[in-house]
């Protein structure tokens, strides 16, 4: 078919059949366009429903007319209006799907890296908390052993055994007072040997 004046008067004065006939001849960009752009309140209309999100929703409308040319040359259209609508809120909602189907595999990965990241920190902490444990033991023994002996005997009792200060000096034969004064002073060196 031929234009002569204006083209796109001309085709403004088409019907959606003429147009669509037009564009399965030539398969010219410029019919789909016309329609695209006499609808294209709809698409955004059907899209606003879907998709809050501006850039999105933009995205979503080229991502339709993108469909609609590629449909339109061998979709079985009786009216352009109602196949546009369907096209358009299926596409709404695919995109959707895959929007969902994209966070929940995210959601996935993101709980599956903090459980491996979980079990990794707990065995370094825990290895790391052996290692701290196993140190300690042997700087507070190395400590003990430089403690006065009754110093060191009655910290080893009151400590480590859970004796009372009684216990102590039924078990050492010294007096409360001694055993209670051989811990302050035992504590106190202790703290001083095992500060770095």
Not at 78 to 100: G, I, K, P, Q, T
């Amino acid at each position: 078919m031929l234009f002569r004046g204006n083209p796109s008067k001309l085709l403004a004065d088409q019907s959606d059949e003429q147009l669509i006939a037009a564009f399965r001849a030539s398969r010219h960009a410029r019919y789909p366009s016309e329609l695209f752009s006499r609808y294209l309140h709809l698409v955004h209309g059907v899209c606003m429903k879907y998709v809050y999100d501006p850039d999105d929703r933009s995205d979503l409308v080229m991502h339709i007319f993108e469909k609609v040319l590629n449909d339109l040359a061998g979709a079985e259209i009786v009216n352009f209006n109602a196949w546009l609508y369907s096209l358009s809120r299926n596409e709404c909602v695919s995109w959707l799907r895959r929007r969902d189907r994209d966070a929940l595999v995210l959601n996935e990965n993101w709980e599956q890296e903090k459980k491996s990241e979980a079990i990794v920190m707990e065995n370094d902490a825990s290895e790391r908390l052996y290692i701290e444990e196993e140190d300690i033991e042997d700087r507070l023994e190395e400590a003990l052993s430089q403690l006065d002996e009754r110093q060191s005997a009655c910290i080893r009792l009151f400590f480590f055994e859970q004796k009372s200060y009684k216990d102590i000096s039924d078990t050492t034969g010294f007096d409360v007072s001694e055993v209670k004064s051989y811990l302050q002073n035992g504590k106190r060196r202790l703290r001083g040997l095992l500060s770095p």
